[in-house]
């Protein structure tokens, strides 16, 4: 389970308030399908551009390596394009599914009409491995990191989180933190939470990292 806002506010409600927003752009809550289309702008960081951007790749990875398997009409390209799962813009729940890993029916019922199911797996498979490994790089593991940084201006300390539940001591949802996001943090301060966050959290890190890796994995497993 990735360690998302909402996720953990309704976990953990003495620690995240149910009240808080996107830590990072704070217009929305922080649930899976935002990590993706948080607006949030930054020149290391733009969630929802880079996650059009690799759409639009993986979208046309697809159609070129379909095409390289046979001479296919035009119309497959056009009708390819304008399938409802590579829209971005609103974006579709179906191009949500994809981005979570999950291949929409009509995409898979519209190939079959030009290739066998077996091949149709084996190309897209790779190419949605390699969408989700850029999704990973790009927008996640730099979410984790300004995630840390976040919780840290929050007053949310590891130690806190391990004592657990509202009994214990530990802090602290102050009206003085409350609605604070990154976008207020200063930029070098930033920059210099992400090499402390680094290398301190690198045992979080690495846990996430294999879950990722696990889901990737059982996910090829299913075919
Ligand atoms: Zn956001």
Redesign the pocket.
């Known amino acids: 389970m990735l360690p998302i806002l909402t996720t953990l506010q309704q976990r953990k409600p003495h620690l995240y308030s149910p009240d808080w927003?996107?830590?990072?752009?704070?217009?929305?809550p922080?649930d899976i399908n935002?990590l993706w289309t948080?607006?949030?702008i930054l020149p290391e960081l733009n969630?929802c551009m880079t996650h059009r951007k690799e759409i639009a790749k993986f979208r046309d990875d697809c159609i070129a390596a379909f095409s390289s398997l046979k001479t296919l009409p035009t119309s497959f390209s056009d009708a390819f394009l304008v399938l409802d799962c590579w829209n971005y813009e609103s974006p579709s729940s179906s191009c949500l599914w994809l981005t979570r890993e999950l291949l929409p029916a009509h995409l898979t019922t519209f190939l079959k009409d030009y290739f066998p199911l077996s091949v149709i797996y084996k190309v897209i498979s790779p190419l949605l491995n390699d969408f989700q490994l850029e999704l990973y790089g790009e927008i996640w593991l730099c979410y984790n990191v300004l995630f840390h940084a976040w919780e840290e201006s929050q007053g949310i300390s590891a130690s806190s989180k391990i004592k657990g539940g509202p009994s214990s001591n530990s802090p602290i949802v102050s009206s003085h933190h409350h609605n604070s996001s990154l976008a207020s943090v200063p930029q070098d301060s930033w920059i210099s939470w992400i090499s402390s966050s680094i290398i301190r959290d690198q045992e979080d890190e690495l846990g996430s990292d294999q879950e990722e890796v696990n889901n990737i994995e059982n996910h090829y497993d299913y075919y």
């Open positions: 927003l996107c830590p990072q752009c704070n217009t929305a922080e935002h948080c607006p949030y969630p």
